[in-house]
């Protein structure tokens, strides 16, 4: 089976991907299911076995190792129900030819089995004739799952703390490990060497003598570096990481991670250029580690696909990553939003989606993993949240606590969006008898972290009309700064056009390139960063904000040279994006002297109010020189 389609659906929240592919997978496309919320997968357990009158047993919390089982029952599930919609849809087009046709039209003309499906209907259609072929060719697309590697919260049965195996992470990762599925788990947030290390004890993973592997291990990374430490460190295992998935850094849904300002066109050329040896490098290492561990060792390289994902809005920059990277498939996320065949987003979320602009669109501080956070104003959860506040309860109550990791003020960790962290979290700011002004900003710092857990559920719970009583109705939207060109609602077939170029949905003609708007936020986060250290800058921040300009000012010489030599692409808006280029330099240029200046201005203040030496203490300095 070759792969249909040249993207895929990354997960988007907790609920926004929750059953995509059951709607999507039998077109070819890829999507990605999250495991965070076993709660919230029991509940569409539930209504998809009455909606298919299938017998339901409800896995309650007194069930053992329920998490794990729920996700397990559920993945199951939505396999079955997948490949049962697929072979009726086989069936269907088998003998209505314009269902044949309209599956193929939605494939990119680059398509080889839209190639040789049209080569076998040139000359008249026999549906008798094609029947085998359609079967042989046709393939779903994966059902992919997510794990945020830090989400890995301790949990207990009464007082008493369980294995590890039953932290959050790992027993979402043995759920899957258990179910049915034949796809790829992604692995998110950054390395968590316990749940990497938990790896190694599921059959799944492990690659066969043909080099075939049940469940492949993909990587979420930001930077070349970062995925060999990552390839190298499970290659030790004897597990093969089966794709690098690089996410811009800031340009992307969710949360953000800016890691030293590496700009996505570099990161890409680094994967494209040194591929080949990565794939050796780390295969040497996992075939030794598969011959001390006596297993089954394939007898040829394993691939390894490269894709790429963050703030692609037009099928030239789809094409561009393509043909220049030679990354094997492109993310499309935020767009999807606005495809209900796609997502699961509830009509008042998805209203204001649509009206969304720019200025709507920001990177928050609202969650309680103190990840920056990419966020819509306005949303029903900040609203739900900042009532509290002025009812002087600020906080969640915490129903999930699936980002319960504090340990700040108890033994059991807490979130810091909980209503008891937030509480405990002012009483000990009301201590430090701070100015009116410095209060304030401390306090907003504190109540401005929102329940995501429940928030970024929420809108799979109201899309089904299922009961809320827990979790509120308080919705977390995560799109990405390109949510600002999309403003209407698409059908699966329009948002495909659009990918491949065949038609256009964005009506605005101002959307900015993508790597020249990824270039904009890093800038504003800079701006941002270095405001915060105006007052006090320790040599570590200092040293962080001049990495980060120094491999800002090498991204944009990269992409001068980029859009400098290209022919016969970006023609109508080269122009423009060197312009931006230069503007974007400019300001670079003005924040490095403002960050010198800054650094200056405080070594010089710390100096002026340093002690004096002694006449004693500069002659012992002088004795020991």
Request: include cysteine; glycine fraction near 6%; hydrophobic fraction near 35%.
């Amino acid at each position: 089976m070759t792969n249909t389609h040249s993207f895929h659906i990354p997960v988007m929240g907790i609920g926004f991907t929750i059953d995509t592919p059951l709607k999507v997978s039998q077109y070819g496309i890829d999507s990605v299911i999250s495991l965070v919320d076993d709660i919230l997968l029991e509940k569409l357990r539930k209504m998809y076995c009455e909606k298919f009158d299938i017998p339901y047993d409800e896995i309650t919390e007194k069930t053992e190792d329920f998490r794990a089982k729920r996700i397990t029952f559920y993945l199951n599930l939505i396999n079955d129900l997948a490949k049962m919609k697929f072979e009726e849809f086989k069936n269907a087009t088998i003998e209505k030819g314009n269902e044949i046709k309209e599956y193929f039209n939605m494939l990119p003309d680059t398509s080889t089995i839209k190639q040789e499906f049209r080569s076998l209907t040139a000359e008249y259609f026999d549906l008798n004739k094609i029947k085998n072929w359609i079967n042989d060719n046709l393939s779903m697309g994966s059902i992919d799952v997510n794990i945020m590697t830090k989400l890995d919260k301790e949990n207990y049965i009464k007082e008493e703390k369980l294995p590890i195996e039953y932290n959050d992470a790992h027993a979402a990762l043995r759920g899957y490990a258990d179910s049915d599925l034949k796809s790829s788990i992604i692995l998110s947030a950054g390395m968590n060497p316990r749940l990497y290390g938990y790896l190694e004890q599921f059959e799944d993973f492990y690659p066969d003598e043909n080099g075939k592997i049940k469940k492949k291990i993909v990587l979420k990374v930001s930077d070349y570096r970062s995925a060999l430490i990552q390839g190298k460190f499970l290659a030790k295992k004897g597990l093969w990481v089966s794709e690098y998935r690089i996410e811009s850094g800031l340009n992307c849904g969710g949360h953000a991670f800016a890691s030293d300002g590496y700009l996505l066109g570099p990161v890409l050329a680094e994967f494209r250029d040194n591929r080949k040896e990565l794939i050796q490098s780390i295969h040497e290492i996992m075939v030794r580690a598969l011959s001390n561990k006596n297993r089954s060792v394939p007898k040829t390289e394993l691939p390894l696909k490269i894709t790429a994902q963050g703030g692609v809005g037009v099928a030239e920059e789809h094409q561009f990553l393509i043909d220049h990277y030679q990354v094997d498939s492109v993310g499309w996320g935020t767009p999807f939003l606005l495809v209900p065949e796609a997502t699961t987003v509830d009509d008042a979320t998805l209203n204001k989606l649509i009206e969304a602009t720019e200025d709507d669109l920001y990177l928050s501080n609202i969650s309680p993993l103190g990840v920056p956070f990419n966020s819509l104003k306005g949303n029903t959860k900040d609203i739900e949240k900042l009532s509290l506040i002025v009812k002087g309860r600020p906080g969640s109550s915490c129903p999930k606590r699936y980002a319960a990791l504090n340990k700040e003020f108890t033994e059991k960790s807490i979130c810091t969006a909980s209503r008891q962290y937030q509480y405990l979290k002012l009483k000990e700011l009301e201590k430090e008898k701070l100015s009116p002004e410095h209060y304030q900003t401390e306090y907003d710092k504190i109540v401005e972290k929102t329940c995501v857990c429940t928030g970024l559920g929420a809108s799979a719970l109201l899309a089904n009309n299922l009961g809320t009583q827990v979790e509120g109705d308080g919705v977390s939207v995560c799109p990405g700064p390109n949510m600002a060109y999309f403003s209407k609602i698409m059908s699966l077939k329009e948002i495909t056009d659009h990918i491949y170029g065949r038609s256009n949905m964005i009506s605005r003609t101002d959307r900015p390139n993508m790597f020249v708007k990824e270039l904009k936020i890093y800038i504003d986060f800079l701006k941002n960063k270095i405001e915060e250290t105006r007052i006090s800058m320790t040599n570590k921040q200092e040293k962080y904000l001049l990495t980060f300009v120094k491999n800002l000012k090498e991204g944009i010489n990269y992409y001068y040279g980029l859009f400098s030599d290209l022919n016969n692409i970006f023609e109508d808006t080269k122009a423009g994006i060197l312009n931006d280029l230069d503007a974007n330099y400019k300001t670079l240029h003005l924040l490095n002297l403002k960050l010198e200046n800054i650094a200056v201005t405080i070594k010089t203040e710390n100096k002026r109010h340093l002690p004096k030496a002694s006449f004693r203490e500069k002659h012992a300095i002088a004795q020991l020189l």
